[in-house]
Structures are given as structure tokens and as C-alpha cells.
């Protein structure tokens, strides 16, 4: 079973610039899950997407945003960049909606690296 | 605000000396608890849950935690740590937020463990 894929793996933008980033989850799981990754800050949960829907969004301003595909693939995307905004950006994906307390455990991809110059 | 709290941010241990990894949590509610682990290069992965049951749940490669749910804890625990255990640790909560409704997944800024041979 393929695990959960993101792309691309690395990225370098300009401030003020606008990005993309894809998520492809697990077969079969329909929650996936967005968090920012900065050393020393750990994992920043940013949204949770079910069945198409945002279900569940964290502390970030409205630059992001993200929305989620019939085929549960997922895309995030940030305008306006910062430098602030750079980070791993990682993707977790599970078969029920974290958000109605399920407890199984998140599948992550290897993340995208995204550097704001 | 909810939070998940890993006081210690980096850890040095020799072979074969034990391990404790502290994490509390500021819920009130029923929670689910995790502990991941991420090697170099590698993407973050399950060690153990615990969200219901006995409070003392073992994960994979000898790893051990006890949830004390008078104390808000899910210490990570190791009798005895191998070089190959050197890697970041997140302690995550899957907990219920009264304000907004959902239960969240959050997680701890994460303790870096360097083993040395």
C-alpha cells in the first residue's frame, strides 16, 4: 500500500509570491491534515479536510488555505508569502475525521520544504 | 489555550542508559494520546497510543508509555536506548476543544535524542 505522497519535496519562493503545495493520502483515507513544521516550534496544526469539506482549521491567518478533491487528494496553498513562512509543511492522512475524536494514528508524508527567500 | 508541554528539548544519552521523555497536556476531557517518532530524513511514524484501557501501553522497538491521568502525563519511556533510537520525538494529543467543538490534534515541539555509540 503506497504511503502518503507529497509534492513537490522542495520549493524556493519569493516574498510575496504564492504557493501551491499537493497531497495525495492513503487509499482509502478520506481525513487529511496539514501542520507546519519550524524547529523549535514542532508541529502547527493548520486544517483538517473530510470528505471534501474543511472540518477543522488551527491559529494561521487567512493566506491559508487549502481544499481537498473528490479522490481525497489534497492541495494547500499559501499567497502573499513571508519569510516567516518558511518551514516543512507535512501532510497526515487517516481513514476517520481526527476532529470527531478518532483515535487512530496519522499517516504522514516526508513533507515539502519550503524556503521564502 | 490547549497545549501539549515536552520540557525536555534535547536529550544526549550513551548506549544502553535509559530513557525518559516527559510530556503533559493542559486537556480537562477525554483525550487520545501518541507518541511519533521521526529519523533523519525519514517521515514521522506511530511508536505507541493510548486511549483507553491500561494506563502502561508499549509500541515498537522496546518503547513504553504510561498515561497518569492525575498528572495530564504520557511519559516515553526505554530501559535501554541503541544508537539507532537517535531522532526527534513528538508527544500529540487528540483532544476535545470546548471552543470550537472538535477535538484537535495537536502536538509537542518535539525532544531531539542523540544516542552515542
Known amino acids: 500500500k503506497a504511503g502518503v505522497t507529497q509534492t513537490p519535496r522542495y520549493l524556493i519562493k519569493t516574498r510575496g509570491q504564492q504557493v501551491t503545495l499537493s497531497c495525495s493520502p492513503i487509499?482509502?483515507?478520506?481525513?487529511v491534515s496539514w501542520y507546519q513544521q519550524t524547529p523549535g516550534q514542532g508541529l502547527q496544526f493548520l486544517f483538517e479536510y473530510f470528505s471534501e469539506t474543511q472540518r477543522n482549521k488551527g491559529n494561521f491567518p487567512g493566506r491559508f488555505s487549502g481544499r481537498q478533491f473528490s479522490n481525497s487528494r489534497s492541495e494547500m496553498n499559501v499567497s502573499t508569502l513571508e519569510l516567516g513562512d518558511s518551514a516543512l509543511y507535512l501532510c497526515?492522512?487517516?481513514?476517520?475525521?481526527f476532529g470527531g475524536g478518532a483515535h487512530t494514528e496519522a499517516f504522514f508524508g516526508q513533507g515539502t520544504r519550503l524556503t521564502v527567500v | 489555550a490547549q497545549s501539549v508541554s515536552q520540557h525536555n528539548h534535547h536529550v544526549i544519552l550513551s548506549e544502553a542508559a535509559s530513557l525518559e521523555l516527559g510530556c503533559n497536556y493542559s486537556?480537562?476531557?477525554?483525550?487520545?494520546l501518541f507518541w511519533y517518532v521521526q529519523y533523519p530524513g525519514q517521515h514521522l511514524q506511530l511508536l505507541l497510543k493510548?486511549?483507553?484501557?491500561?494506563?502502561l501501553v508499549k509500541g515498537i522497538k522496546g518503547f513504553e508509555a504510561e498515561f497518569i491521568k492525575s498528572k495530564f502525563s504520557f511519559n516515553l519511556r526505554k530501559p535501554s536506548v541503541q544508537w539507532s533510537d537517535t531522532a526527534e520525538y513528538f508527544c500529540?494529543?487528540?483532544?476535545?476543544?470546548?471552543?470550537?467543538?472538535?477535538?484537535?490534534?495537536?502536538f509537542g515541539t518535539g525532544t531531539r535524542l542523540k544516542v552515542l555509540a
Open positions: 486537556y480537562g476531557g477525554t483525550v487520545n
Open positions: 497526515a492522512s487517516g481513514p476517520y475525521y
Open positions: 493510548y486511549f483507553s484501557g491500561d494506563p
Open positions: 487509499s482509502g483515507h478520506r481525513s
Open positions: 500529540a494529543v487528540n483532544a476535545f476543544g470546548f471552543t470550537s467543538g472538535t477535538y484537535k490534534y495537536i
